[in-house]
């Protein structure tokens, strides 16, 4: 570990960080009580397509459910639920949006949506844009459930291949 380059080092430390927090959390709220949790993503570009997909989900504490670090890097959270019905306060977008809050409440597709279309498209990748502006997919469409894997372009053609058609004639 000590041999390796000084940013896998942090990479690893930063997941390592985020897994004892979200354990340490995990077994806390399981203590208090807690019967529900929420998946809470990063608002920004560096957020992957698997945490944006999750995030905004709430989910049984008593039942399978994700658990951050998704990945490598991940920065995603649960937070505690105290009622089913419970609404949020708001939480900071972390790319310098200067729109300051947003509801807690407000999920990644919602955030992301409100987003330029030169953002989008960044994050997205010319083909998924045009797949999300024109063909109505969700960006959680991109992303495996099971997995969490992001489905390659042919994976997601093999599975709508009318979308395909009509978006880009193929």
């Known amino acids: 570990l000590l041999n390796a380059p000084r940013q896998s080092l942090d ?19 399981k203590k208090a009580g807690v019967e529900w949790i929420q998946f809470v993503a990063t608002l920004d570009g560096r957020t992957s397509k698997q945490c944006a997909s ?7 504490t008593s039942e399978p459910h994700p658990t951050p670090p998704m990945h490598p890097n991940c920065r995603s959270v649960t937070i505690p639920i105290f009622d089913e019905d419970e609404k949020l306060d708001g939480r900071r977008p972390e790319n310098g949006d200067k729109r300051g809050t947003v ?5 990644y597709a919602t955030w992301f949506s ?5 953002f989008q498209q960044e994050w997205l990748g010319p083909s998924r ?7 109505k997919y969700t960006i959680d469409r991109f992303v495996d459930p ?21 978006i880009f004639g193929e």
């Open 114 to 118: 409100k987003q330029s279309e030169a």
């Open 54 to 60: 999750l995030d905004g989900n709430r989910y049984k």
């Open 129 to 135: 844009y045009k797949l999300y502006k024109d063909g």
């Open 11 to 29: 990479r690893d430390v930063r997941t390592i960080r985020n897994h004892i927090g979200n354990t340490a959390y995990s077994e806390t709220y």
């Open 146 to 166: 099971q997995t969490g894997k992001q489905y390659s372009l042919a994976e997601l053609q093999e599975k709508d291949e009318q979308t395909f058609k009509d």
């Open 103 to 107: 509801s807690a409440n407000e999920s």
